[in-house]
């Protein structure tokens, strides 16, 4: 939810490209570190 936050905010100021820069570096780490979490799909 806090993540969908952040992104709709940059949205006001960012592009898409600006905003995947900023944003999937950060979360990354974070979502793949859950081993149960089934997101290796959607991140790589």
């Known amino acids: 939810m ?3 936050a952040v992104i709709f905010l940059l949205g ?3 592009d ?3 905003i995947a820069v ?3 570096p950060l979360v990354a780490p ?3 570190a ?3 979490a089934k ?3 959607w991140l790589g």
């Open 30 to 32: 974070i979502l793949l």
């Open 16 to 18: 898409f490209i600006e």
């Open 2 to 4: 806090v993540v969908m």
């Open 22 to 24: 900023v944003v999937v």
């Open 34 to 36: 859950d081993p149960s």
């Open 39 to 41: 997101l290796r799909v």
């Open 12 to 14: 006001f100021f960012l």
